[in-house]
């Protein structure tokens, strides 16, 4: 009796074995938790002023260590700005009215034509769109008037590769490709500016 006993028993466990084998194979290969996404990498370069140089209306909200918690690199000197854009070409540049004056304009349009971003802090779309020789830019319909400093403006292209759009942009002098553009005022602090030109380098590079 014994004997029988572990007979059913074994039986029974060869069962089990066997259902659990099945309802495996039936939900197949065990998936692993998914990872969370690596966040991309833009390098963002930031020419500022002085600080003692600007009135408090005119500054960018936080400090130096604000944005580079943002992931900005900053610097107060062009030649500096210059050598890091030809080390490591950026996704964006940010500039402020108060050193346009000291900045070699044409070399910030060709970064400009490269397809960097630039940014400007305190010029308004049409004043931007104007350093940067851009007459599409400068045609467009900007609303202007409600400005509060300080706010800045931005402005990227990417130039479209394919054979047709090339030959139809030199047909007609027009630029083909992605553009990414915007203005707006500061709030509290620099995060959600930071965030607004991370987006508008994702939107480039996608296209």
């Not at 408090?56 to 400090?63: I, L, M, Y």
């Not at 027009?174 to 930071?194: R, Y």
């Amino acid at each position: 009796m014994q004997g029988h006993r572990k007979l059913i028993f074994l039986v029974l466990l060869v069962f089990v074995i066997l259902l659990a084998i099945g309802i495996g194979s039936w939900l197949g290969p065990a998936q692993a938790f998914p990872t969370q996404a690596t966040k991309p990498h833009y390098r963002i370069l930031y020419l500022v002023p002085p600080k003692n140089e600007l009135q408090a209306n005119e500054d960018t909200p936080g400090s130096f260590a604000s944005l580079q918690a943002e992931g900005v690199q900053a610097t107060s000197d062009f030649s500096t700005l210059k050598k890091e854009v030809a080390t490591q070409p950026p996704d964006a540049i940010i500039l402020h009215k108060n050193l346009l004056a000291q900045i070699d304009q044409k070399w910030v349009q060709q970064q400009y034509r490269k397809g960097v971003i630039v940014v400007a802090v305190n010029l308004t779309m049409r004043e931007l769109a104007q350093y940067l020789d851009d007459s599409e830019l400068s045609n467009g319909n900007w609303t202007e008037g409600w400005y509060k400093k300080p706010f800045y403006s931005y402005a990227g292209k990417k130039p479209a590769t394919d054979a047709y759009s090339v030959q139809e942009s030199a047909r007609s002098g027009l630029f083909a490709g992605a553009i990414s553009t915007g203005t707006n005022n500061f709030g509290a602090n620099v995060k959600p500016f930071i965030s607004t030109i991370r987006l508008s380098i994702q939107s480039l590079r996608q296209q």
